[in-house]
C-alpha cells in the first residue's frame, strides 16, 4: 500500500512538472507572438542583493545565481521562469529510426551529430521542450541545443581540461542591438559552477568561468537536417524519444578552482 501511495505521489509530481512546463512555454508563445512583449527581468524583481552579492532570480528556494561579475546589462535581460522549469536532459533515451519513423514527417527539423559508430538525432520539437540535451557521442561528452526565439540550433562540446560539464538553461534570454541584429537569445548555466553562457557570443558571462569560450562540435561532425536526410543516409541513427522527463537533482558535482580553464580557453 505504501508503495503503491509513493508511486502515486510520483507520478502526480510528474504530471504537474509537464503541465508546468507546458505553461511555460504556452505564455512565452503567447507574450511574443501575440503581443510582441518580452518582459523585462529586471522591472519584474529578478536582481537582488543578498549577503553583499548581486543575485539574480533562480526558482524557489536557494537556486539563485550569483552575478557579481555579470558582463551583460540587466535591464536586457527578459523572462526569469526559473533555472528548473525546462527538463534540460541529464541521461537521454533513444529508439530506433525505425521505431520513431511513425511520429516524424520528412520534413521535420533535426540537430544531426555523428562520430565514430554513434550518430544521434535530436528533434527541433523536443529540443524547444528541452532546449538542451546533455548526452555523449564517441566518448566524448555534447549537448545539444535549440533557442526557438533566435532559431538558432547547434552541437557543442562539454569537456574543458580534464573536467565534463552540465549544462541546462537558466530560465532568461538576453538581446543587445549590435549582436545577432538584436535577436533575444537564451541564457544558459552549467550546474558545476553556476556560471551563465550567453551562447549568441559563445561564451560564459558570469562566475567562475566568466569569459571561457563556448566549444562547438567540429562541423563535420554535426547539422542541421531534417527527418527524410535522417532515414536515407543515416538509417542506424539513435532518436530522442520524445516526453522525456526527470526529476531536477538537489546537488551536483561543484569544482572549486577553474582557475586553469579560464586560462587556456579565456579571452575575446
Not at 17 to 37: D, H, N
Not at 217 to 230: G, N, P, Q, R
Amino acid at each position: 500500500m505504501i508503495h503503491q501511495l509513493l508511486q502515486l505521489k510520483k507520478n502526480i509530481s510528474f504530471k504537474i512538472t509537464t503541465m508546468k512546463i507546458a505553461a511555460s512555454i504556452f505564455f512565452l508563445f503567447i507574450s511574443i507572438v501575440t503581443y510582441g512583449q518580452r518582459p523585462s527581468a529586471k522591472n519584474n524583481g529578478k536582481f537582488f542583493e543578498k549577503n553583499g552579492n548581486r543575485m539574480l532570480y533562480g526558482g524557489n528556494g536557494d537556486q539563485h545565481f550569483t552575478i557579481n561579475n555579470l558582463d551583460l546589462k540587466e535591464e536586457q535581460f527578459h523572462y526569469g521562469l526559473g533555472r528548473e522549469m525546462f527538463p534540460a536532459l541529464l541521461e537521454p533515451n533513444f529508439e530506433s529510426v525505425t521505431d520513431a519513423d511513425a511520429r516524424w514527417k520528412d520534413d521535420d527539423r533535426f540537430l544531426l551529430a555523428y562520430k565514430g559508430d554513434d550518430t544521434k538525432a535530436y528533434s527541433v520539437r523536443d529540443l524547444t521542450r528541452h532546449e538542451v540535451v546533455n548526452d555523449v557521442i564517441d566518448g566524448e561528452p555534447i549537448f545539444a541545443a535549440y533557442c526557438i526565439l533566435a532559431d538558432l540550433g547547434a552541437v557543442y562540446k562539454r569537456t574543458y581540461s580534464d573536467k565534463v560539464f552540465t549544462f541546462a538553461l537558466s530560465g532568461y534570454t538576453y538581446f543587445d542591438p549590435k549582436i545577432w541584429d538584436g535577436l533575444d537569445g537564451f541564457i544558459l548555466w552549467d550546474r558545476e559552477t553556476e556560471s551563465l553562457w550567453w551562447p549568441l557570443i559563445d561564451k560564459a558571462v558570469s562566475g567562475d568561468l566568466k569569459g571561457v569560450r563556448l566549444q562547438k562540435l567540429e562541423d563535420i561532425y554535426w547539422e542541421d537536417t531534417t527527418w527524410k536526410v535522417i532515414k536515407e543516409k543515416h538509417p542506424n541513427a539513435q532518436v530522442l524519444i520524445s516526453g522525456q522527463n526527470f526529476e531536477r537533482p538537489t546537488g551536483w558535482k561543484r569544482y572549486k578552482d577553474v582557475s586553469d580553464i579560464v586560462k587556456i580557453y579565456g579571452g575575446n
